[in-house]
């Protein structure tokens, strides 16, 4: 099976290797690593201000010549319930108490920055766009197309992945349930939950259903992730876990000891820290908010509300009220660089083709 | 990348494809036809009576003389609590009533046929055995053993895998999130739960821990999730969906036509039918049964309130009330014969390796 495709062409890399965009742990040096070792580095700007997403683009184009990505979060429809909000602030208060912190104000317009973030992608040149919770409305997909820039889209479902290869997208990353962090769900199925879709039968269902290259993700971390994706007919893979406890990652030591720590079995889906469902290792602010969970306000409102709890939990060296954001596989998960990662998937996968 | 490995020795086949022992829909031509095309044909003996076993064992041992095998559900521990029956019973009133349906008569003993099933396969010199939920007593396995038979475990965790090597187990089957019916669970993880981890995540995981041979399992349906688990160090693959499809599978015409509607994002894993998790189409059932999630018995309590009423519902023509077990990627299957899905499995993995 050779290692280059429609994909590796499309996006100029020179393999099929995707970086996830890790909202909150990507940096500019991880991103530069996976590029230059041959894969395709991604910012996670999920969260970041403009200022800051600025910042981050020139400071991987000064450690970079080869292509990188942006990955950005659609805005999604949200209601904002005062009661709710409300409410939920009073769920948090114990958290608050103890870490002496106060109540946050709740900021729910995403579309400024994105639209804005959108501009500074197109001004900085960068190459290629990934988008996470949705699809962008028709007139950013033509502007960012217009200036050459490489889209790829997130499917959790058959029906996803459709909708994405109508919108235009150069080709759909299939998140298999297996995934860490964020589920791209923009769909609703039975029981009014987001698809959590096994990579193994995700994969080959989207393939089968569209004409534009599908890039598996969800519990890949080696070689043999790579290539068994491939086989089942994705042109690549997107790694994310595998990539978060690497040395240039910036997810804080605490996280990347926890993920290393951990079982398969461990994590669980979850709304509590972000009002959108993620997988994560479970801990005490999981277990405890659960119980509430018909009171969680949408995104990201209740990622605002929490903000706070969780980066002084995390500061406090303490894992049980931030969230660990981990896929199914964190027993493959390994304390090395990006790019020993890279070599080592690279040198491997001629073992197993 | 061989397709004649340990497992194919020593199960004495010549592909590394089991059929799953689906309790309620395999048929001895089904079983027989799986062998005589090369794979490992299997008895989903879970629900029969010591008589109907020694008939289906007979009826393939005429259709076929190569290997074939048989899986047992072990008998787990269960709390019998009249309270909880009587609440049950409650909520199965309505649908009763519509069926005309009389309360049944619980009987919680499955030691007793478990231990006589046991002694029929050693005198009907059955060459393999599988086992779901659990693993038996030490005794067991040792007799078993002493007659030469090879023994298949079953584990949807790390731990469960290491149990099933330590107690003697031939090899062990990875059961991914993704599989149909009942999980093959015998352990409790965070939230409760029994684990769901995806094919992709678990069969590495497993792989790397354990000496003994690995069978993935969980939406695999063609010669793709066949060498797609290879290559994450399975040494073969149990498909389940794809032969309950097939012309010589017993499961009835409503039900295979359920499965051939369905999409990937339309199963649940429910204990509302049995007691146990298990995955399968989501209905009207299932939706207003979860209500009463904590008030549902232990299997087989649950299993056998509600066998009656499948029944009736199934035989009306009505798959609103009735289990339709089905894993992740019910797009995948064909309506077939299953030496057409054998031939074809084979025929492709030449293409892919």
Redesign the interface.
């Known amino acids: 099976m050779k290692l280059t495709n429609d994909v590796t062409e499309k996006l100029g890399i020179r393999y099929p290797i995707i970086q996830a965009g890790m909202a909150g742990s990507t940096t500019p040096e991880l991103v530069a690593t996976v590029s230059n070792s041959g894969g395709l580095g991604t910012i996670g700007a999920g969260y970041f201000t403009t200022d800051k997403l600025d910042q981050e683009i020139t400071h991987v184009q000064e450690l970079t010549d080869l292509p990188f990505a942006v990955n950005l979060f659609v805005p999604s429809d949200k209601l904002y319930l005062p009661e709710k909000v409300e409410k939920m602030n009073a769920w948090l208060r114990p958290y608050r108490r103890a870490l002496n912190l106060e109540e946050p104000t709740v900021n729910i317009s995403e579309e400024e920055q994105f639209n804005t973030a959108i501009e500074l992608l197109i001004e900085k040149n960068v190459p290629i766009v990934s988008f996470t919770f949705g699809i962008p409305d028709g007139a950013i997909i033509d502007k960012l197309k217009q200036n050459h820039m490489k889209l790829i889209g997130t499917a959790t ?3 996803e992945a459709i909708a994405n290869e109508q919108a235009g997208m150069d080709m759909v990353i299939a998140q ?3 995934a860490g962090g964020h589920r791209g769900s923009f769909t609703y ?3 009014d939950q987001v ?1 959590l ?6 994969v ?2 989207i393939v ?2 569209v004409n534009i290259p599908v890039i598996a993700a ?5 070689a ?2 790579l ?3 491939m ?3 994705a042109k690549g893979a997107q790694l994310g876990t595998a990539f978060l406890t690497t040395e240039e990652s910036g997810a804080s030591t605490l996280y990347k000891n926890a993920i290393q720590e951990s ?6 889906v979850t709304k509590v820290f972000s009002g959108k469902p993620a997988r994560g290792i ?1 801990n005490d602010f999981i ?1 405890n908010m ?1 119980r509430y969970d018909d009171d969680i306000p949408d995104y990201p409102i209740q990622n605002q509300l929490t903000n706070a709890i969780r980066k002084a939990s995390a500061q406090n060296g303490d894992t049980k009220w931030t969230h660990l954001w981990s ?3 964190p ?2 998960a390994r304390a090395v660089s990006a790019s020993t990662l890279m070599q080592q998937i690279i040198r491997h996968t001629e073992t ?1 083709i």
């Open positions: 479902s058959v029906e298999g349930s297996e199925v039975a029981g698809p879709v096994g990579t193994m039968s995700l080959p269902q089968d259903a969800g519990g890949i971390m080696d043999r992730g290539i068994a994706s086989v089942l007919g079982k398969e079995t461990d994590t669980v479970d277990h659960n896929g199914q596989s027993r493959l197993l």
